[in-house]
């Protein structure tokens, strides 16, 4: 009874009902219209095609496209307006405004005297190319001078990351999802109440829909009270505003520019297994030490003084002076909905396409547009050891029912799918021919691709792409693989079912 009062109770729950009611508001007025107007449903239907050729004609994925034709004309008196509120969000004069903002934020960045790729590209010029194209779409270079160390769980980053955070002399950069309180935060925040009290600079930021529910009210004021600088990113509020879909779904931590640390990890008690919600949280990071960590700094203050409304970022201050011996190449880079290149996505891809003798990929969920889809399936038929790592105990079931739903194809062209049998796996990791590995944030589905900020570090030539890889065949050890058969046995129903799911997934 308790729970349920402190639901309804809730700042979500509140939130939502004004929304919920907005909606309804619409319904009513628009089935008013309809009703007693039928000239009204002729114009809708007019107005639904015209929408849709709107549609055909935009630049974005036709995966995307699909579920919003069968939509608006499915239902054109609510597909049409809902279509023009959120599919069409990205234009409107307010988002593509802060959006161009952002862009500038982001070009604005240190100088890499430096040039590794050139070096890179005799060897493997497909690599080289991947590269290249994140370093002009993300403005983020290759780093030499750098150590990466991975970690397989979420208990041996947290360790480590106490470790550093007590070595801070100058400043504590955090940026999380989902922060909760608990033992990982509270033990956490304990060190840093001492840093600031030495005269350490800290800021956090987190997202506001991340850490609903989680966190008490006026969290915020509580650390700012502490000397602790904060930034809650894209407040929810309750309206239809498209704006909220964006996210900061980024990990990034950073101890005086010199140490950093980026994975699938957030700061919630799961996370290292401290309470048990999905059976085994399976879960894995990477720290920086050295010059590669500028570019992590600089991520964060580029979405912090985006999230503030800044306009003018002094990098200087915050640059790496730590040059380690070189551990391979390095190349942390950030993703995002301010622009259209989908940098997350198209490295993923040319890395599979880049792939000669295997492409392997953990993710908890699994929800492709066709180009992924196709550059799977290509590397698949291709000869490539395509194999790809899910969970076997979701988070939210309809979200894996859609993951599921992206197997058939996957399966059909080669690709060997498994899931993790202890529990839920939310690492993010890509490994090609055990050469090259991303370790990051985004997830393969479109929220990741498409929606939300993402960050990821590439590695080539490093002794963690060896880590990465070890630490993949320890996890399929421990799954189970899925069949085309399996699939096949479950029927008609379920095939329909799927294939539905599969349609309307780039809306979940």
Known sequence: ??????????????????????????????GFLANKFSVYYIISMAMAALIVLDIANQNMNPSYKLPWVVLVMAVPVFGAPLYILFAKSKQTRRIAKRFKNYRTLMRNTLPNPDDPISEIEAEN?????????????????????????????GEEFYAAVLREI?????????????????????????????????????????????????????????????????????????????FLNYRDHRKILVVDGNVGFTGGINLADEYINE??????????????????????????LQLWHFSRGETKIDYKEYASTLICESDGFIQPFADGPSTD???????????????????????????LDNEMTTALCHAARSGVDVRIITPHIPDKKIIMAVTRSNYRALLTSGVKIYEYTPGFIHAKSVIMDGKAAIVGTANLDFRSMYLH????????????????????????????EITLEEIKKKGGLYAVLQAVLKVFSPLM
């Not at 080289?128 to 397989?152: C, D, G, H, W």
């Open 1 to 30: 009874m308790k729970k349920a009062l402190k639901f309804l109770q809730s700042r979500m729950f509140i939130t939502a009902l004004l929304m919920l009611f907005q909606v309804i508001v619409l319904i009513v007025f628009v």
């Open 275 to 300: 309470v048990e919600r999905f059976g085994h949280w399976k879960d894995t990071g990477i720290m920086l030490k050295g010059q590669a960590v500028t570019k992590l700094t600089e991520i964060f």
């Open 125 to 153: 010029p497909q690599l080289a190319k991947q590269l290249r194209y994140i370093e002009k779409t993300a403005y983020s270079p290759v780093y030499r001078n750098t150590e990466a160390v991975y970690f397989s769980s």
């Open 341 to 367: 290149d989908l940098t997350c996505e198209l490295c993923y891809m040319g890395l599979a396409n880049s792939a000669t003798d295997h492409f392997y990929v953990t993710t908890p969920y699994l929800i």
């Open 453 to 480: 900020f993402e960050n990821c570090v590439l590695c080539y030539k490093s002794s963690c792409v060896k880590d990465v890889e070890r630490d993949f065949a320890e996890t399929l050890a421990k799954s189970q």
């Open 166 to 242: 007590e070595k801070a002399q100058r400043f504590v950069f955090l940026e999380y999802f989902i922060i909760e309180e608990g033992k990982m935060l509270g033990s956490i925040l304990d060190i840093l109440k001492r840093k600031v009290a030495e005269g350490v600079e800290v800021r956090i930021m987190y997202d506001d829909i991340g850490t609903i529910n989680k966190l008490p009210k006026k969290f915020d004021k509580k650390l700012e009270a502490m000397g602790i600088r904060v930034s809650v990113f894209n407040r929810m509020k309750p309206s239809l505003d498209a």
